[in-house]
């Protein structure tokens, strides 16, 4: 009797040890500073995401910076007409969006003479199963802290370096 208890103390003991938390990788580790943007920054705004990234570009026109941008969500997405919510010819194209796997937001990008400018905000976690609700992005652990704003950044850079490359490309006019 007395080793059945034994072993039995050595089996919870032995449960007890392995289920206590472990730090997760996104918690101990920085993303790879390659697939983090310059001239863009992460605020927390009344509880949420708020990413800002702004742009020179000389020699190019307000409207050629807007049908550049245009062009990219035309090509960008399957569905170009479901995704803008509104536009305002040359100087703004609004955006409601998946930023990245099951994370969507909205994507304002605003345009004036050599720079451009894109605001992310509402920035929402809406996982595949029907049985969890949404929540702000805010709230999914893999972003929490200094170090969980570059893991945000890190996930949406496709996105944004995708729409960069799109602007910033030369245009040859005489080809």
Not at 61 to 71: C, H
């Amino acid at each position: 009797m007395k080793k059945v208890l034994f072993i039995l103390m050595l089996v919870l003991a032995s449960m007890n040890v392995s289920a206590q938390a472990k730090p997760n990788y996104y918690g101990t580790h920085d993303p790879s500073s390659d697939s983090l943007l310059t001239n863009c920054h992460v605020d927390i705004i009344n509880d949420h995401f708020y990413i800002v990234y702004i742009d020179t570009i000389e020699g190019k026109k307000q409207e050629e910076l807007y049908t550049l941008a245009k062009s990219w969500v035309n090509s960008y997405f399957k569905y170009p007409s479901q995704v803008i919510v509104g536009e305002v010819p040359p100087s703004q194209i609004v955006l409601q969006c998946q930023l990245y796997e099951s994370f969507y937001g909205r994507i304002e990008m605003k345009f004036k003479d050599n720079r451009w400018r894109i605001d992310i905000s509402n920035i929402w976690y809406k996982p595949m199963s029907r049985y969890i609700k949404d929540k702000p992005a805010e709230f999914v652990p893999r972003y929490e802290g200094e170090r969980g704003r570059k893991w945000l950044m890190a996930d949406i850079f496709p996105l944004m370096n995708s729409l960069k490359e799109a602007i910033s490309k030369k245009t040859d006019d005489n080809w």
